[in-house]
């Protein structure tokens, strides 16, 4: 439904999307993003304030919804960053081999139809050394949470526009061509456990 999309769904997600402790996590990662940064699902911009201007120059931000740019675009004053927005899917990204230094993912793998594709792009326009920073959610690794989660993802896939809670985002990451080196894991309470099994790190691209 475009209207709920465009007009409905992105206000939902600045309203829900930011509370602690997930805003004390994105404070964290984000920051060490450096160099160019391509930032995939910008949503309404709530990482832009986190990154470090010392360190990063320029964030490439990708969001295909226009509700959700039109908000981020409000957010762009809170950085000093250059900050050029990109409306492509994440499955097929508008830059050159090798383009980034940075990717950051956000609460964003387990909406892309294809996200493998996702990630091997994701691989391909990163630099030789470059890194993957990530902050997901997915499958709960006990028994009785999936089962949960397997009967409330059509509200989550509906709610938060395809939003899959039970996708291994570890292995997809792996899938795609990701060695990953630094990762933390677990529920983020008060929020229902069937929801918010998460992951946070970051992965070197395998040569």
């Known amino acids: 439904m475009p209207f709920y999309r465009d007009r409905i769904y992105p206000h939902v997600v600045k309203a829900l999307g930011n509370p602690e402790p997930i805003r004390r996590i994105r404070e964290t990662i984000v920051k060490?993003?450096?160099g160019t940064v391509l930032?995939?699902?910008?949503?309404?911009?709530?990482?832009?304030?986190h990154y470090d201007p010392t360190r990063t120059t320029k964030i490439l931000a990708l969001e295909p919804n226009p509700g959700m740019r039109r908000?981020?675009?409000q957010e762009r004053a809170r950085t000093?960053?250059?900050v050029t927005f990109l409306d492509l899917p994440g499955e097929?990204?508008?830059?050159?081999n090798s383009a980034v230094d940075t990717?950051?993912?956000t609460f964003t793998m387990c909406t892309i139809p294809g996200v493998t594709a996702a990630v091997k792009e994701m691989r391909r326009v990163l630099k030789p050394g470059g890194r993957l920073i990530f902050f997901e959610h997915g499958l709960a690794p006990d028994p009785e949470t999936r089962?949960?989660?397997r009967r409330t993802e059509p509200i989550t896939h509906w709610l938060f526009e395809g939003c899959h809670v039970t996708r291994d985002i570890p292995s997809i990451i792996e899938s795609g061509g990701f060695r990953i080196d630094d990762v933390e894991k677990g529920y983020l309470e008060p929020f229902p456990k069937s929801w918010t099994y998460t992951?946070?790190?970051s992965a070197l691209p395998v040569a």
């Open 71 to 73: 908000l981020a675009q």
């Open 39 to 49: 930032e995939i699902g910008v949503g309404p911009g709530v990482n832009f304030v």
């Open 80 to 82: 000093p960053i250059d």
């Open 199 to 201: 992951w946070w790190g």
């Open 103 to 105: 990717v950051l993912s």
């Open 92 to 96: 097929s990204l508008p830059l050159e």
């Open 32 to 34: 060490r993003a450096q």
């Open 147 to 149: 089962r949960w989660q």
